[in-house]
């Protein structure tokens, strides 16, 4: 059983910066692949970044590229998403989600490939 605990969350005008933290309960941290995906009013879940447990392989969705950067702390069992160069479409609740089971490529971006999702935070972008 794992257990995520997300924070950083905010309000920030558009082209500034938000660092998102998730923290995981458990010994095995290490190898659970974690994602982060976001989900906007009436919109559906939508992923975001991937890390890959071992090597630590990271995914992008193409909207994020070259804007955020997933990382991961194994020591202390956390996981971040540093956000750069906001845009108000950013907007949404972030979750965090870690999956056990291995993934590569797309596979990483399928949210059913994650069985433990955290609360949310709020993630919201003005113009």
Known sequence: QVQLVESGGGLVQAGGSLRL???ASGRTFSTYNMGWFRQAPGKEREFV?????GGGR??????????FTISRDNANNKVYLQMNRLKPEDTAVY???AGGSYCSGY???NPLMYEYWGQGTQVTVSS
């Open 21 to 23: 933290s998730c923290a």
């Open 49 to 53: 970044a991937a890390i890959r447990r």
């Open 58 to 67: 990271t995914y992008y969705a193409d909207s994020v590229k070259g804007r």
């Open 95 to 97: 979750y965090c989600a």
């Open 107 to 109: 596979g990483c971006y």
